[in-house]
C-alpha cells in the first residue's frame, strides 16, 4: 500500500467530513439534528483510528495496534447503523422510531468482535491489522460494513415508491450515497486494489448528503419553520401531475382572520407568534394525516391533501379550531379556508384559483354574518 497516498487522501477525506459537518450545524439546529450528525462522526472515528493504527504498525507496535483494531471495528460497524438511523429519522419512514428496534439494527455493528476475539487470541496479537491483507475478522467487519449500506441504499430505493415531489428526491440521493461507499468497499476488497482511497467515498457520501440537506433546507419558511412558497409550488405541480396515483387531491388555502388588527393592537411581535403558533398546528396536524402544510406569505396558508376525503379534511380542521381555543393569547384566533378538490385536466393555475376564490367567499359569509 502507498502509504503518502493512504494519508493524504485520509486527511483530506476527515476535511470534507469536517466542513461538511460545520456547514450542516451553520444552517440546522445541532440538538434537533443530533441523528444526522452521527454519520460525520462515526466515520471520522474511524479515519482517526485507522490513521494512528497504521502508524502504529509502521513502528512496530503491532500490540498495540491490535487492541486499537476492536475499537476501529465497532465504529466502523456504528457508521453504517448511523446511516440506516438517519435515513430513517429524516424521510421520516419510522421504521426504527423504536428504541428495541434501533438496538437490534446495532447488532450486527458488534458482530465481529467475537471473530476479533478469536483471531487475536490465536495468533497471539499478530493480526494483519490497518492494511489490504484481511483477516477473518477484517472480511467480517468489511461484510457488515458493506451490508449496512447496500441494505441503506435499498431501503432509500423503495422508500422513494411511496413518496412524491422533494420527499422522493430525498429518498433518491439518501440511497444513492449510501450505495457510493458500497460499491467502493465492494470494488476495494474484491481486487485489493486503491485501498489508500478508501475513505474518500465515505467523505462524498456526507458531502452530497449534506450539499442535498442544505439546499433541502432552503425551502422552509424562516419564520415559523413550515415549508415555504417554493415547497408549495413545487409539491402542488408533483401532486397534479401525479393525481391519478391519489385517492383525491384537494387544496386548502386559509389565513388568519382580522390578522392586520392583531399587529395593530398587540404589536408585530406577538403578530409573529400568532403566526408560528398557527403554522405550528397547521404542520403537526397534517403530519399526522400524511399531508403538507404550508406558508405562502404574509398570514396565508396552505395545506394539500392527497390521501384524504373530505370527512377527513373536515375533521383536520376541528383539530385546528381546537388547538386555536387553547392558545394564552389575550385574543382569540380564527382562520378561514377555502377548499377545491383537483379535477382531471384542469392545469395548477385554475386548480389555485378555484381554492383562492372558495377562501374568500366563506371570508365574505362570515363577514355579513357577523355584521
Not at 487492541?67 to 457508521?79: E, K, P, Q, R
Amino acid at each position: 500500500m502507498n502509504y503518502q497516498a493512504y494519508y493524504s487522501v485520509s486527511v483530506f477525506s476527515l476535511i470534507v467530513i469536517v466542513v461538511s459537518t460545520l456547514m450542516f450545524i451553520n444552517v440546522y439546529s445541532f440538538r434537533k439534528n443530533i441523528t444526522a450528525l452521527a454519520i460525520p462522526f462515526f466515520v471520522s472515528l474511524s479515519i482517526v483510528i485507522e490513521m494512528v493504527g497504521t502508524a502504529l504498525v509502521s513502528a512496530n507496535q503491532n500490540v498495540v495496534a491490535s487492541i486499537l483494531m476492536a475499537l476501529y471495528y465497532v465504529s466502523g460497524g456504528l457508521t453504517g447503523w448511523s446511516v440506516v438511523i438517519a435515513f430513517d429519522w429524516f424521510a421520516k419512514t419510522n421504521i426504527f422510531k423504536e428504541f428495541w428496534k434501533r438496538l437490534l439494527l446495532a447488532i450486527p455493528a458488534f458482530a465481529v468482535i467475537p471473530f476479533y476475539l478469536y483471531e487475536i487470541i490465536s495468533q497471539g496479537l499478530t493480526l494483519h491489522v490497518f492494511s489490504v491483507e484481511f483477516g477473518l475478522s477484517g472480511i467480517a467487519a468489511t461484510a457488515v460494513l458493506a451490508l449496512y449500506f447496500l441494505g441503506n441504499g435499498i431501503f432509500g430505493f423503495v422508500a422513494t415508491k411511496k413518496t412524491v415531489g422533494s420527499m422522493r428526491l430525498l429518498c433518491l440521493i439518501f440511497g444513492f450515497c449510501s450505495l457510493i461507499p458500497f460499491i467502493f468497499m465492494s470494488i476495494g476488497f474484491i481486487t485489493l486494489q486503491g485501498m489508500e482511497y478508501r475513505w474518500f467515498p465515505y467523505a462524498l457520501m456526507v458531502l452530497i448528503a449534506v450539499l442535498f440537506l442544505l439546499r433541502y433546507k432552503i425551502t422552509k419558511d424562516g419564520l415559523t419553520g413550515i415549508k415555504n412558497r417554493s415547497a408549495f409550488d413545487s409539491d402542488i405541480k408533483d401532486k397534479v401531475n401525479n393525481a391519478s396515483k391519489f385517492k383525491a387531491v384537494y387544496l386548502m388555502y386559509c389565513d388568519i382572520d382580522n390578522f392586520k388588527a392583531i399587529n395593530d393592537n398587540y404589536g408585530h411581535s406577538v403578530g409573529d407568534e400568532a403566526l408560528i403558533f398557527f403554522g405550528k398546528a397547521l404542520h403537526e396536524e397534517a403530519e399526522t394525516i400524511n399531508a403538507n402544510a404550508f406558508r405562502m406569505g404574509g398570514d396565508e396558508f396552505s395545506v394539500v391533501f392527497c390521501r384524504q376525503s373530505m370527512k377527513d379534511i373536515d375533521a383536520f380542521i376541528k383539530r385546528i379550531c381546537d388547538r386555536l381555543k387553547k392558545t394564552e393569547f389575550t385574543f382569540e384566533l380564527k382562520f378561514s379556508t377555502g377548499i377545491a378538490k383537483y379535477v382531471e385536466g384542469m392545469s395548477v393555475k385554475d386548480f389555485l384559483d378555484l381554492a383562492d376564490r372558495e377562501m374568500y367567499e366563506q371570508k365574505r359569509k362570515s363577514e355579513l354574518t357577523q355584521k
